[in-house]
């Protein structure tokens, strides 16, 4: 979408030239609706700072090697800064939806809703994931102690799969659904943003659901350049767009004119 606006970063609202301020009803607390846009970018960039330095690195000990949970020196400290950092991420998850409702609602509220649940579950599922972790630290420790070898082994495998299946069904799912798809449809027809980078996000979704179904089936490997290549432009649209590109140019000034102006 052109317009001119759009590289200005400020709201206008109708021709008075004054700035359009989103009102709550319950207070009468105004909100500049290009704070919010900023503050939505920031917790995107967070949302990636926090969440794959874990995968990266932090969780590799656990995540990589089956006999972590026996081992006699371990990288507990590591692997507790990984969730750490996952327990921020949740924050910025939810701080994403949270900053994002009182604009979305005006464009649809069912969809703004949803999106706000999407993320609020993705979260449930990445605590889970957390705690799988925690408790193979936690048990590992015991091993210390004189557990039984055998059956800490299998019981971290298992905590292993589950911090497996809580990403492939959080972010890897609910996640997309919210951000990908709700998020980029409210974002695509209201034009907030220029609808060629909404189209990211409504493309994006769908190549990760298909991923992770090829995963979950046994069809492409977990982690593999198939489902690489189908993460592209999901983290395009979150990274550049709700992220970077909210941050320096904010909303579109017209389409927030435009919100303004229908009846609530």
Same mark, same amino acid.
């Given at each position: 979408?052109?317009?001119?606006?759009?590289?200005?970063?400020?709201?206008?609202?109708?021709?008075?030239?004054? =700035?359009?301020?989103? +009102?709550?009803?319950? #207070?009468?607390?105004?909100?500049?609706?290009?704070?919010?846009?900023?503050? +939505?970018?920031?917790?995107? $960039?967070?949302?990636?700072?926090?969440?794959?330095?874990?995968? $990266?690195?932090?969780?590799?000990? *656990? @995540?990589?090697?089956? =006999?972590?949970?026996?081992?006699?020196?371990? !990288?507990?400290?590591?692997? &507790? +800064?990984? !969730?750490? @950092?996952?327990?921020?991420?949740?924050? /910025? %998850?939810?701080?994403?939806?949270? *900053? &994002?409702?009182?604009?979305? #609602?005006? $464009?649809?509220?069912?969809?703004?809703?949803?999106?706000?649940?999407?993320?609020?579950?993705?979260?449930?599922?990445?605590?889970?994931?957390?705690? /799988? $972790?925690?408790?193979?630290?936690?048990?590992?420790?015991?091993?210390?102690?004189?557990?039984?070898?055998?059956?800490?082994?299998?019981?971290?495998?298992?905590?292993?799969?589950? #911090?497996?299946?809580?990403?492939?069904?959080?972010?890897?799912?609910?996640?997309?659904?919210? +951000?990908?798809?709700?998020?980029?449809?409210?974002?695509?027809?209201?034009? &907030?943003?220029?609808?060629?980078? !909404?189209?990211?996000?409504?493309?994006?979704?769908?190549?990760?659901?298909?991923?992770?179904?090829?995963?979950?089936?046994?069809?492409?490997?977990?982690?593999?350049?198939?489902?690489?290549?189908?993460?592209?432009?999901?983290?395009?649209?979150?990274?550049? *767009?709700?992220?970077?590109? &909210?941050? *320096?140019?904010?909303? %579109?000034?017209?389409?927030?004119?435009?919100?303004?102006?229908?009846?609530?």
């Amino acid at each position: 979408m052109a317009s001119c606006l759009l590289w200005r970063g400020i709201s206008r609202c109708r021709c008075s030239g004054s =700035r359009l301020l989103l +009102t709550s009803s319950r #207070k009468g607390v105004q909100i500049n609706p290009q704070t919010l846009a900023r503050v +939505t970018g920031v917790l995107f $960039v967070i949302t990636f700072a926090t969440s794959i330095p874990p995968f $990266v690195y932090h969780y590799a000990p *656990v @995540l990589d090697d089956p =006999r972590y949970i026996v081992g006699g020196g371990g !990288a507990d400290n590591r692997v &507790l +800064t990984g !969730a750490f @950092l996952e327990l921020l991420l949740i924050i /910025s %998850n939810i701080g994403t939806a949270l *900053v &994002l409702w009182p604009v979305l #609602k005006r $464009v649809n509220e069912i969809l703004a809703l949803g999106y706000v649940t999407a993320r609020v579950v993705e979260c449930v599922f990445i605590a889970v994931g957390i705690l /799988s $972790v925690l408790t193979v630290v936690t048990l590992r420790q015991e091993a210390a102690a004189g557990a039984d070898a055998g059956t800490l082994l299998t019981t971290g495998q298992s905590l292993v799969a589950l #911090k497996d299946w809580t990403f492939l069904l959080g972010p890897g799912f609910f996640g997309v659904v919210g +951000t990908g798809l709700m998020l980029g449809y409210l974002m695509y027809t209201s034009r &907030l943003v220029p609808r060629p980078l !909404a189209l990211l996000g409504l493309i994006g979704g769908p190549l990760i659901i298909a991923s992770g179904v090829g995963v979950m089936f046994g069809v492409i490997e977990a982690g593999g350049g198939w489902q690489l290549i189908a993460t592209i432009p999901e983290a395009l649209w979150e990274l550049f *767009v709700l992220g970077i590109w &909210l941050i *320096v140019r904010g909303f %579109n000034p017209s389409a927030l004119s435009r919100l303004e102006d229908e009846p609530q």
